[in-house]
C-alpha cells in the first residue's frame, strides 16, 4: 500500500466502502427526487444513517471470529426474548406492533433476528462433529433454533421477515451439508402444503395479496394498485428513463410507498433501464464479494456465516425487486442501500459488517474437527 | 443415533468440499434470479414501454372536455328566448366514486339538498352506467360551490364545475316551443361515443327547437388538459382550447306577445297562434298550460313531472299543434267563401227557425234567427243559414276551400310533430269509415262539427289566408326564405264582403262585440266557434256542467279590418263557450299596438287568478306534493281519510272572468 496513508486506514476494505458509498448516494440521489427534489425528510437522513451505519460495519468489522462465535447463541437468544416482549408490549398495550422501545433507540428485533439466526444456525453446525451431519440430531435443533423466531415473527404478523429469517437459516444448513434428498423432499413438501397454508393459514389480506399478485389488473385500485403503479413506473422509463427529478409516477403520487418498498420503481422511472441494470451491477458485485469472502473463509464457523449472511442480503434485494416487477406478492421488504428506513439498513449494515470481519480474519484452516 | 442415510463416515475434508459445491449452487441461483429480474425490467420497459408510458400519462394528464355554450335562441327583435346563464354546479362520476353513502350524505349536508334530491341522485346512480354523470345540484351559490371544492379530496368521484346552463327567462310561456335541454341519455352515448357527452354540464336538446336545431346550436367543445397528482388535486394546467359557441337562432316570435299571452290564458287550458299577415311569421304559439323548461333542463324532480304528467289539463302536450278540436262555428267565414264560389247569392236569405230537419233528425241552431242572409248568418253565428246552403252547394266545395285555406294540413315548420285534423269529404269517409257520405254529414261539417277537426295554428292560418287573401305558409325561422306568398285563387270581392262579415261579429250586430278592439282606428275582424265536447241532450256544455264536458271556446280573427296586417286563433278548451276564448283575443292584438293598455288588463285578472304562472306552478306544485305527502300518510294509516274530495278542476276554471 501508498505510504502516504496510515496503515489503519490503508488497511479498510475499500473496494467493498466504495461500493456500498456508490449504492447509497444513488440512493441518496432517488429519495432526493422523490422528495420532489428536497434532501428533507427522506434523502438527508438516508445519507447520514447510512455513514453512521457504516462506521459501526466498520467497528464490527476489527472483532475476530472468535468473538462472533461466542456471541452467536447469546445474540440469538437475547433477540428471541425481544421478539416476546413485543408480543408481550403489543398484548398489553393493545395492537400488535413491530417496534422495541428502548428509549434512546426504536428497535425492530425481527430485524436483527436475520443476522442472529445466520450466526446462531452457523454455530450449531460449527460444533457439530461432521459425522453426524447425516443424522437426526443435525435436524432437530436446526428446527428447533428456527421455529422459535419465526413462530414470534409470524405472530406479528410480518410473513416477509418470516420467510427470510426461515430460508436464512435453511441455507445456512444446506451449505453445512444436511443431506439433499431432505431438501428435494422438503421442497416437495411445500409444493403439497402450500395452498393448504394459503387457505387456512395467511391472514385475509395476505391471501388478498397473493391472489392479487397473480392477477393485479383483477383490481386496479386496491390490493393490485401497488403493482399496476409500480409496472408502470418502470415500464414507463423505458432505457433511459424520464431523467431525474423528472418522474410523473412518483411526483403526482401514483406510486405508493415511492420512497421505502417502491423505491426502485422512482429509480427506474427517471433513470431507465440504465439505471436499473446499474443498480443490479452493483448487488452483483457486493453477492460476489460475499460469496468470495465464504470461499476464501478457512473455518467452518466462518463459511456459513458469510455465505449466509450474504445470502440474507439477498433475500431482501431479490424479494424487493421481485415484488417491485410483479414476480411476486406485495410483502413489504425494503431494497438494501436504496430504501429509506433506519432498521433495515441497520440489519444490513450488520451483516455487511460482519463479513467484513471475517474479510480481514479468514481464521487458520483446521478447527475444532480438523 | 438414527441416520438420514449414505453411511459413509464424513470428515472436515468431506465437509470443505460440499460447502463449496453447494455454496457454488447457491451464487449459481442468485446468479439466475438476477439474470431474471433484468430480463424482466427489459422486458417491462423495453417491450412494453409504449403501454406503460401511455399509461402513465393517462394518470398524469387529465383531459377535461369544456362543454360548449349551446347558442341562443332569439326573437325577431333580438330578444333572448333561450340563452346561457353562468352557473356552478356539482356532478358525481359514479365509477370514480369510494364510498357511495357518505358522499352523499356529505354533499347533502354541505349543499342542503331536500330528501326528494337525495333520492333522485340514490336513483340515478343506480341506473345511471358507470361513466354518466349524475347531476348532485345546479345554479349554486358561491359559498356552496367552494364548500365541496375545499371538500374535494375526501370527496373522490364528485366533480364541481362552473360552467353554464340554459336558461329560458321567460319559463313555461315557451316550453313547448323551444323544447329543453338534457343529459344524454345511454342510449345517445351508445350511438356516437364522443366523451362530450358524458362531461358533466353538457346538455343536448331534448325536445322542441332545442332538439330540432342542436347541431347548429350545440358549439364545439373546449377542452383542459391539466397534470394531477392521484388524488385528483390540480398542479398546473397544461394547455386548454376554448370552447366555440353554438350559433343564434332567430325566431319569428315576439317574445314578450308570446309571454303576454301565456299569461293571459291564466288558469286555462288552450293555445293562442299570432301570424304576421305580410309573411307568415309566427308571431306567437302558446299552449298553456305548459311546463317551464328551466326544470326540465335541471333535471325535473319526480313530483314535479308527476304533477305535469296527472294534470288533466296535460301541460305537457302542446295543444297549438297537436291539441285536436272541432273548428264550430269558426269556419263559417271559410264556408261563406265556398258558398259564394258556389254562387250562393249573399242577399239571400233564409228563415231560421231554430234548426232543420235533415232526413229523420232535427238539426238545431242555437237561436231563432228569423231572416237571415250571409252577412247575419256570419255575425250571429246562424246554423240553419248554413245547413240549408251547405246542402245545396254540395259539401266537396266546402272541404275544396277548408284545404285551400290550410285546414288539414301539416306545414313546413321545424317542430317535431304536428297534426293533420281532419277535413272530412265524400271519399274520405268511404276509405275511413266505410260509408257514404250522407246529408247530416254535410249539415254536421259545414258548422266544423262532426268530423272536423283541425289543430289552433291551423285555425290561425285560415285566418291569414282570408284576412291577406295569400297563401301565406307560417315561417318560425326569422331567414330571408320567407318568400312573398302567391295570391289565393279566390274572388278578392268573396274576400273582402267575408271580411266585413267577420268585422261585423265584432263591431256590428254580432256574437263578440265585447271582442272590440280598446283602441281608436283599429278594428278586429273575427269569428266565434263553440264546439261541442258531448252531446246536446246531456244539456249546453256551459260552465254549470264538469270541466271536461264543457265545449270548447274558439275564436279566430285579424286586425285591422281595412288592411290586415295580424290574424290569430284562440283555444280555449271546455272553456265552456266562445265567450272563454275572444277576450283572450282581442286582448293579445291590442298589446301589439299599446302594450300598456294590454298589462293594465291582465294585471287584474292575474292577480284574481292568484299570480303570475311561475306563482302559480309553484304553488301547484307545493299543492301537489302536500296531498301526495297526505295520500301516503292515508295509506300508512297515520292519517284518516278526509270527509270528501272536492272536484279541483271545477274550482281552476271558475274564477275565469269576463
Known sequence: MNDFIPAPIAQLPWRTILLLLVLASFGFVVLYSAAGGSLTPWAGLHMIRFMVFLAMAIVLSRFKERFWKTVAFPVYIVVVIMLLGVELIGAVGGGSQRWLNLGFIRIQPSELMKPAIILAVARFYDLLPPGQIRTWGAVWPLLILVAFPSALILLQPDLGTTIT??????????????????????????????????????????????????????????AGYHISQSKIAIGSGGIFGKGFLNGTQSHLDYLPEGHTDFVFATMAEEWGLMGGVAVLFCFFLLFRWGLGVAMKAKTRFSQLAAAGLTTTIFFYVAINLMMVMGLAPVVGIPLPFLSHGGSSMMTIMICVGILMSIDRHPGRRGGAFA | MSTLGGGKTISSAVQALTFSRRATIIGGLQAGIGILLAGRMAYISVAENERYQLLSESNRVNLTLVPPRRGWLIDRNGKPVANNKTDFRVDIIPDRMRDKEKTISTLAELLALDQETIIRITEELQQASSFQPVQVAT???WERFAAVSVRLPDLPGVSPRQGFSRFYPTGAAVGHLAGYVGIASAEDYEENPDPILVTPGYKIGKDGLEKTFEDRLQGKPGAKRVEVTARGKIVRELDSRPDTPGKALQLTLDIDLQEYAARRLGPESGAVVVMDCKTGDILTMTSMPSFDPNSFSDGIGQTEYGMLRDDDHVPLRDKALKGLFPPGSTIKPMVSLALLRGGIDPEETVRCGGGMRVGNRFFN?????????????NAQSCDT??????????????????????????????????????????????????????????????????????????????AARMASGRKLEPHLLYDKDRRAAPPLDISPEHLSFVRNAMSEVVNGAGTARRARLPLDNIKLGGKTGTAQVVSLKYGRGGRDVPWKFRDHGLFVCFAPV????????????????????YPVARDVITFLYDREKAMERLEPLEEAWGGDIKTRMDRHLAEYRANLELEKAIAEGRQPPPAAEEGNAANDSAQLGQ
Open chain 1, 165 to 222: 429469517v426461515v430460508t436464512g437459516a435453511l441455507t445456512v444448513a444446506f451449505l453445512a451439508g444436511l443431506p439433499m434428498r431432505l431438501f428435494v423432499g422438503g421442497a416437495a413438501a411445500v409444493a403439497v402444503l402450500a395452498p393448504i397454508a394459503f387457505f387456512f393459514g395467511l391472514e385475509d389480506y395476505q391471501q388478498r395479496r397473493v391472489t392479487t399478485f397473480l392477477n393485479p389488473e383483477n383490481d386496479p385500485l386496491g
Open chain 2, 139 to 141: 345554479g349554486l351559490d
Open chain 2, 365 to 377: 241552431c242555437h237561436s231563432n234567427h228569423g231572416s237571415v242572409d250571409m252577412m247575419k248568418a
Open chain 2, 385 to 462: 243559414y248554413f245547413y240549408k246552403m251547405a246542402l245545396r252547394v254540395g259539401y266537396d266545395s266546402i272541404a275544396l276551400m277548408a284545404r285551400e285555406l290550410g285546414l288539414g294540413a301539416t306545414y313546413e315548420l321545424p317542430v317535431a310533430s304536428q297534426s293533420y285534423g281532419t277535413v272530412p269529404d265524400t271519399q274520405w269517409i268511404i276509405k275511413r269509415h266505410e260509408r257514404e257520405w250522407a246529408d247530416f254529414d254535410t249539415v254536421n261539417s259545414a258548422i266544423g262539427q262532426g268530423y272536423f277537426l283541425t289543430n289552433p295554428l291551423q285555425l290561425c292560418v285560415m
Open chain 2, 562 to 581: 281595412d288592411n290586415p296586417r295580424y290574424a290569430a286563433a284562440v283555444v280555449i278548451q271546455h272553456g265552456g263557450g266562445s265567450g272563454a276564448a
